[in-house]
């Protein structure tokens, strides 16, 4: 079992920045895939960005590209997510996710349902 906690949610001003964290924990491998999901009120949970831990490759939601950047750090286990420029419209609560092993095509990683493991989400609000 793998378990994602996420931290670093809050409030913040239109035009901020933010950055969201997920440490894992349990029976993780060196090889995985780890995202970042987001789902605001009424709305279908939508991909915002994932990283393959092995080489460092990213794939991200073309209304944050640009704006976020996921990072992973080995040492401490954990994904990032830094948000720049933020804009009320990403209001959600936004969830972690991972899977072990590499997808069969990277654009698999779009799609929730690849995931195996998810956190319990953290909050980020901002402001107008």
């Known amino acids: 079992q793998v378990q994602l906690v996420e931290s670093g949610g809050g409030l913040v001003q239109a035009g901020g920045s933010l950055r969201i964290s997920c440490a894992a924990s349990g029976r993780t491998f060196s090889s995985r895939t780890m995202g970042w999901f987001r789902q605001a009120p009424g709305k279908e949970r939508e991909f915002v960005a994932a990283?393959?831990?092995?080489?460092?490759?990213?794939r991200y939601a073309d209304s944050v590209k640009g704006r976020s950047t996921i990072s992973r750090d080995n040492a401490k286990n954990t994904v990032y997510l830094q948000m720049n420029d933020l804009k009320p419209d990403d209001t959600a609560v936004y969830y972690c996710?991972?899977?072990?092993?590499?997808?069969?095509?990277?654009?698999?990683?779009?799609?929730?349902?690849?995931?195996?493991?998810w956190g319990q989400g953290t909050q980020v609000t901002v402001s107008s």
């Open positions: 996710a991972a899977r072990m092993g590499r997808p069969a095509y990277l654009d698999l990683v779009r799609n929730s349902a690849f995931y195996t493991y």
């Open positions: 990283i393959d831990w092995s080489d460092g490759s990213t």
